[in-house]
């Protein structure tokens, strides 16, 4: 087969393409790891109606493909997208751009498939310093996807599986369970 020069560029471009994405288990692992390491990075504040130090920010990174199947690390925070100053200096060592300001309030990952859909990209990958609620859950899984990270269903399924939290399950010392002669 003889290839023309066209064909020899477009073949490079295609490898070099390659080269520069992640594999699936890598864009996961990314958003998963970016996310969890940013929210570290989110000051704690004292929240009086609450009674307890809270983070008001929620850091989201995600991994897409734009329409031209170039590959995008980003990110982006919650409420209306300010990425707290905390968070800045650790942008650049994830290789992570920022989600276009929306001027709109909403959470970190709605925010993030908003921006894909816009721009009419493919998400790969998305995680949240927090855990994901069921409305950002179920937005995420309308693209195809699970998110990276712990959701508030992931918590509320692992604690039915604790010893005397799971409805019906007695421990040794409330007894055996009483049921109906045989
Ligand atoms: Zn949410």
Redesign the pocket.
């Known amino acids: 087969m003889i290839f023309e020069p066209d064909d020899i560029a477009r073949l490079q471009r295609i490898t070099k393409r390659g080269k520069d994405h992640l594999q699936a288990p890598e864009r996961q692992d990314w958003a998963r790891r970016c996310s969890s390491d940013l929210q570290e990075h989110v000051p704690w504040v004292w929240s009086e109606r609450r009674q307890a130090w809270i983070q008001k920010t929620?850091m989201s990174a995600m991994v897409l493909t734009d329409a031209a199947g170039v590959e995008h690390r980003m990110v982006m925070a919650?409420a209306r997208g300010v990425i707290p100053k905390e968070v800045m200096p650790y942008l650049k060592a994830w290789g992570a751009t920022v989600v276009p300001k929306d001027g709109e309030r909403k959470?970190?990952?709605?925010r993030g498939v908003d921006y894909v859909e816009e721009i009419g990209g493919t998400l790969h990958a998305i995680g949240?310093g927090?855990d994901?609620?069921?409305?950002?859950?179920d937005?995420v899984r309308s693209k195809g996807i699970r998110p990276s990270t712990l959701t508030q269903r992931d918590r509320a399924a692992n604690r039915g599986t604790i010893a005397g939290l799971t409805p019906g399950y007695r421990t040794p010392d409330q007894g055996p369970k009483k049921g109906p002669r045989k």
């Open positions: 929620c919650s959470h970190a990952e709605i949240a927090l994901v609620c069921d409305p950002c859950d937005r």
